[in-house]
């Protein structure tokens, strides 16, 4: 599990390369608000709009995830925890005026694309 990437994944690669095409500018892995320690993939900072790519085994997607069968415990612990992170992530920014999207790994990065752009020009 160590060898698995936190930064820089595909699907997130890919969902960048498709925000650029659409002109848009973003900064990547940066905290939306510095009191929160909390790092978003790709911040809009203007727009005030913070994109998290989900992985769907380590945020527990409805659709794929696996709950594996050895130390079962351990991680359905690790993983509902990552939920309620997840949760307390989005209410603070939204405390904060931001606003948080997530996107999940298995999601067209196309589309997700298109969903970031029309948020980012709504909130300008």
């Known amino acids: 599990m160590s060898r698995q990437r936190a930064r820089d994944t595909g699907i997130e690669l890919a969902l960048r390369k ?43 997607c409805a659709e794929h995830a696996t709950w594996p069968r050895r130390n079962a415990a351990f991680w359905r612990d690790k993983i509902e925890t990552n939920q309620r992170r997840d949760r307390d992530t989005d209410a603070r920014l939204t405390e904060a005026g931001w606003l948080a999207l997530r996107v999940w790994e298995h999601e067209d990065p196309v589309v997700a694309a298109e969903r970031v752009q029309a948020e980012v020009l709504a909130r300008r």
């Open 18 to 60: 498709a925000l650029h095409a659409r002109g848009l500018r973003y900064r990547v892995h940066q905290r939306p608000v510095r009191t929160v320690r909390r790092e978003a993939d790709v911040v809009f900072t203007r727009a005030r709009v913070a994109v998290f790519v989900d992985g769907c085994f380590w945020h527990g």
